[in-house]
């Protein structure tokens, strides 16, 4: 009996490694880390220079440059327009102005009193959730902030509607649902 248990513990337990995975060993000579070490790190074979970019070369040191003009508005402009800036670009209006997408983030500057900035229904114009704009007014100016359909709250109230901001009034207008903004601000009422 003992000659039998010593013929079955020398059997070796089935193997989970599929065939496909022995397959990738087939023409292993040693260590695969051996292997691998000795590949080093490789040649590129060609470096092709894209739009804006010049130079490349098909083998030996390359050498490749970034125009100026691709380097220059990204990353030398220092406007309130420009990526990473910290600033609000204006948009100074004589005239009444409808808000679109494209004032998100930046300043209305009123110059004329009695005008009106409106913002539009989200059916209309669907502004992101989370976007937000400045109202700016002059000496003297006094102006009107309406909404068509949505809601427009004034901060720390439940007064909705139409907000009136006062001279040298300074407010700002968040959308914080789909069809709900509310506006905080000084001279804003």
């Given at each position: 009996m003992t000659k039998a248990r010593d013929i079955a513990s020398a059997i070796p337990a089935p193997s989970t490694v599929s065939s496909t995975e022995l397959g990738?060993?087939?023409?292993?000579?040693s260590a695969i880390q051996t292997q691998i070490n000795a590949k080093g790190d490789g040649d590129i074979?060609?470096?092709?220079?894209?739009t804006g970019i010049s130079g490349g070369g098909a083998s030996g040191d390359v050498t490749i440059s970034v125009?100026?003009?691709v380097v220059a508005p990204a990353l030398v402009?220092?406007?309130?327009?420009?990526?990473?800036y910290i600033g609000t670009p204006q948009v100074s209006t004589a005239v009444d102005i409808a808000i679109v997408a494209s004032h998100m983030?930046?300043?209305?500057?009123?110059?004329?009193?009695g005008k009106v900035a409106t913002i539009p229904a989200n059916g209309t114009i669907a502004i992101g959730i989370g976007a937000s704009f400045t109202v700016?007014?002059?000496?003297?100016?006094?102006?009107?902030?309406?909404?068509?359909t949505d809601t427009l709250i004034l901060a720390n109230s439940a007064t909705t509607g139409t907000r009136t901001l006062a001279a040298y009034g300074v407010a700002v207008f968040t959308k914080v649902?789909?069809?709900?903004?509310?506006?905080?601000?000084?001279?804003?009422t």
């Open positions: 990738y060993l087939d023409g292993v000579t074979t060609g470096v092709t220079a894209g125009a100026a003009a402009a220092n406007t309130a327009d420009s990526y990473g983030g930046k300043q209305i500057y009123f110059t004329v009193t700016v007014n002059d000496t003297g100016v006094t102006s009107t902030i309406g909404i068509t649902t789909a069809t709900k903004w509310i506006a905080s601000g000084n001279g804003l």
